[in-house]
Structure formats: C-alpha cells, structure tokens
C-alpha cells in the first residue's frame, strides 16, 4: 500500500502563518512589556511620599485645665480643643492611630511637652465626629512638681502657676497626626492671650 505522500501548502500560506507568528511574539512581548510598566508605575505610586492633608480636620484652641495633687509626685495638665471636620464623610477618632507631638520654638516637633514630663500624652474625645459637625477633644499630660516642693506648694494655685507657665514656654502648640487617614491636625497655641489658667 503506498504511503501518502505530504501535502504542500501553497507558498503564500506558508508566508501568512510565519507573518502571524512573528506578530503573535512581538504582541507578547509588547504585552509583557506593557505589563511590567503598569507594575513599576503601580509600586512608584503606592511607596511615593504623600503629602500630609492639614484642611481635612482643622482645630481651634479651647480652654486649659491644670488639676493639683498635693499627695502625689506630678500635676496633671488637659489642653481641650474643638475639631471640625471639613469633610463630607464622618471622622473616627481612634487614639491608636494617632501619634501628638510638641510644637516646640522654631516649629521643632518632639514627642516631648517640655522638661520633666512625667507621662505619655493621651486623648479623649468622641468616638466620631459627623460630617461638617465639630466635637471637644481633651489632651491630657502629666508634670513632676519641682522637687523642693511642698505638700503646702503643690496645693498653692499661685505657686502651681508659676511651674506650668515655664513647662508652656516650651512648646508652641499642639500637632496630631493621624497615619491611617494621613491628616495633620495642627493644635495652635491660645494659652498666651488666654485668662489664667483654671485649676483644680
């Protein structure tokens, strides 16, 4: 029996298949190509600086308390202040996601509130503040009593006064931050023009 014999494919088909698996291999690598470059610029956006955004939630300065305790080794300092929010979404207030720092004198940030800090800054506040509302937030501080203080001293409004208005000096005002929404909240300094402090 004879074998078949192959067949042969007109010379102008031949060409168009070559013709289409070159452009076939250059798509690929076109595409592979094209897909590396999304990948660069998608890593170039997510890891580049971003800027902080300081008109979402805006502050202004309240009232400070200063609360004495005669028994005890530090006084304890809350600076309130009303935020409002600017946007048109509500604001969670997560204490956990927000780092306070000191605006020391030439707009130095430190996580220090002055000389003899006697505890980490804590806030207190609602849990949400509503789109376009404005909410009252504590931040509270404590202080050492100078160390040739009194029981009599620590009790005196007057001497009290004379120790935290030196602890002020050193700082400017307030900045939080927070890094999930990546707002800075500047905390501007009003105890300067403000009445006595009130104490406790």
Known sequence: MASPSPVQLPRGISSSWKRLALRCVFFGAGFGVMLCLIAGFA?????????????????RFDSLEVTTNPSGPSYEAEFLYVLENNTSSNYTL???????MGKQPGDVLSKEFGHYQASDVSITGPSFIPSRGKAKIT??????????????????????????????????????????????????????NSPAVKGK
């Open 43 to 59: 890593w170039w956006y997510q890891s580049r600086p971003r800027a902080w955004n300081q008109s979402a939630i805006t502050a």
């Open 94 to 100: 997560r204490p956990s996601d927000l780092v306070v």
């Open 139 to 192: 931040v509270r501080v404590s202080y050492q009593y100078p160390d040739d203080f009194t029981t009599t001293d620590k009790a005196s409004g007057e001497k009290l006064t004379q120790t935290f208005n030196r602890r002020l000096k050193e700082i400017n005002g307030l900045v939080i931050f927070d890094e999930a929404k990546h707002y800075r909240i500047d905390l501007p300094e009003g105890w300067s």
